[in-house]
């Protein structure tokens, strides 16, 4: 089946640092990457849609200077949280789509826990 | 608004029986639903998709069906085992989106 791999699993920062995570998809070229973030007991909510070599596409509310995501290949999406902040502490959650082993169905990560100190 | 509403109360079962967990979506209408296991800290794990034109999906213990007329899919797993306890997550795809349920617990006492 389709693999997405996310790297760190697990970062804790302090206020005011960047911190970058990776997405890459295994075994198929996804040309369609999206990042969610969860808090405890509630649902995924997307954060951005990236297709390869495009700009991302932000959900309302969500900050693309904060958030920076690069979709430079069909294999690896990084998300980048500036100047990070204890409220931007969460699951941060990775998924992709398309090619071969995966048009129509979104494969996740394993997520990235990110707590800002 | 496009809403999707999913069983909030926990799922309590015994092991061995049918857990049947319920996913209601309102105002769009999916070209295809998805359905997720989602562990404590864990990112979620495609279960089964089915699409508008299919009334019904199986997957060895696993059954999906899904009524556009009723806006609404069931999740079946049967013959229920401790090691199917997790969190369900009901998503359809709407356009270029996929929305997610916030998801049922479902929890399988030995």
């Known amino acids: 089946g389709a693999v997405v791999s996310q790297h760190p699993s697990r970062v804790i920062c302090k206020s005011g640092t960047s911190v970058k995570i990776e997405c890459r998809s295994l075994?198929?070229?996804?040309?369609?990457m999206f990042w969610y973030r969860q808090f405890p007991k509630q649902s995924l909510m997307l954060m951005a849609t990236?297709?390869?070599?495009?700009?991302?596409?932000?959900e309302q509310g969500v900050e693309k200077d904060k958030f920076l995501i690069n979709h430079a290949s069909l294999t690896l999406s990084t998300l980048t949280v500036t100047s990070a902040h204890p409220e931007d502490s969460s699951f941060y959650i990775c998924?992709?789509?398309?090619?071969?082993?995966?048009?129509?169905?979104?494969?996740f990560g394993p997520g990235t826990r990110l707590t800002v100190l | 608004s496009q809403k999707i509403e999913q069983n909030s109360e926990a799922l309590n079962i015994q092991e061995g029986k049918t857990a049947t967990l319920t996913c209601n979506y309102t105002?769009?209408?999916?070209?295809?639903l998805q359905w997720y296991r989602q562990d404590p800290g864990r990112g979620p794990v495609f279960l089964l998709l089915?699409?508008?034109?299919?009334k019904e999906k199986r997957k060895e213990r696993l059954k999906v069906t899904f009524d556009t007329t009723l806006k609404q899919s069931l999740f079946h797993i049967t013959a229920s085992q401790p090691a199917d306890s997790a969190t369900y997550l009901c998503?359809?795809?709407?356009?270029?989106?996929?929305?997610f349920g916030a998801g049922t617990r479902l929890f399988v006492k030995a």
């Open positions: 075994d198929f070229q996804a040309t369609t």
């Open positions: 105002n769009y209408s999916p070209a295809y």
């Open positions: 089915i699409r508008e034109n299919e």
């Open positions: 998924s992709a789509r398309g090619g071969e082993l995966s048009t129509d169905t979104q494969y």
């Open positions: 998503a359809p795809r709407v356009g270029f989106k996929t929305i």
């Open positions: 990236s297709n390869e070599g495009s700009k991302a596409t932000y």
